[in-house]
């Protein structure tokens, strides 16, 4: 079975800082899509960034960006110039192959909560 | 506004009683999700359907039930089987070609 990880409960960052999410997960598939995404106070699951595995490319997103290290399974998430309406719980999300051959069925992390500090 | 509708947003039961959570969606997805949230486990999946009158089950199925006679209503029922039923249940939808799933705001279920 699938798994991922976040192993930091909690992280801090000054505004308009870098802040950096961890993210491992175990698969034995070679076909699969990583996500982030965001939980703020008011609990609505917003997309952040994906990541498709057969690209070697990281993925961008404005001031959010992964750094994908497929052979150490490990997806972790960039945030610059942090603002204040950053502060949310982060969750790591795998899914895996592609269209309706997996159901689209979601594994996540535990989560992360970011503190942006003014 | 196309998007997905949980109602209600809280919800409080008494022990033994079936509860019914609703999820309503007008983006036209094919796939459905209903997941569990509790405090430092993240979202566990709890029912799945891609079709109309067909539903699959998650990790964590015992003491829920699901329909899917509608493409867009996929409804969750709590039973009294459900030992901790207390949480925050998030619905999500999906097209079946696409990669991204759509999430709405989550019911709050609080057993009295």
């Known amino acids: 079975a699938q798994t991922v990880t976040q192993s930091q409960p909690e992280m801090s960052v000054q505004e308009a800082e870098t802040v950096t999410l961890s993210c491992t997960y175990d698969?034995?598939?070679?076909?699969?899509?990583l996500f982030w995404y965001k939980q703020p106070p008011s609990r609505q699951m917003i997309l952040v960034i994906r990541?498709?595995?057969?690209k070697q490319q990281n993925a961008t997103e404005n001031r959010f960006s992964v750094n994908f290290q497929k052979a150490a399974k490990s997806f972790s998430l960039k945030i610059s110039d942090s603002q204040l309406g950053d502060a949310a719980m982060y969750f790591c999300?795998?899914?895996w192959g592609a269209g309706g051959t997996s159901y689209g069925k979601l594994t996540f992390g535990q989560g992360t909560i970011l503190t942006v500090h003014p | 506004d196309g998007g997905i509708t949980q109602s209600p947003k809280y919800l409080f039961r008494k022990e033994g009683q079936n509860v019914t959570l609703s999820c309503e969606q007008n983006?036209?997805?094919?796939?459905m999700y209903w997941y569990r949230q509790d405090p430092g486990q993240g979202l566990r999946l709890i029912y799945y359907?891609?079709?109309?009158?067909?539903?699959q089950k998650g990790d964590i199925a015992e003491g829920y039930s699901v329909s899917r006679e509608k493409k867009e209503s996929f409804p969750l029922t709590v039973t009294s089987a459900q030992k901790n039923p207390t949480a925050f249940y998030l619905c999500?939808?999906?097209?079946?070609?696409?990669?991204?799933?759509?999430f709405g705001q989550g019911t709050r279920l609080t057993v009295v």
């Open positions: 698969t034995s598939e070679s076909d699969y899509y």
């Open positions: 990541q498709e595995a057969y």
């Open positions: 999500a939808s999906r097209a079946l070609m696409n990669t991204e799933a759509f």
């Open positions: 983006l036209n997805h094919d796939a």
């Open positions: 999300a795998y899914r």
């Open positions: 359907s891609q079709i109309v009158n067909d539903f």
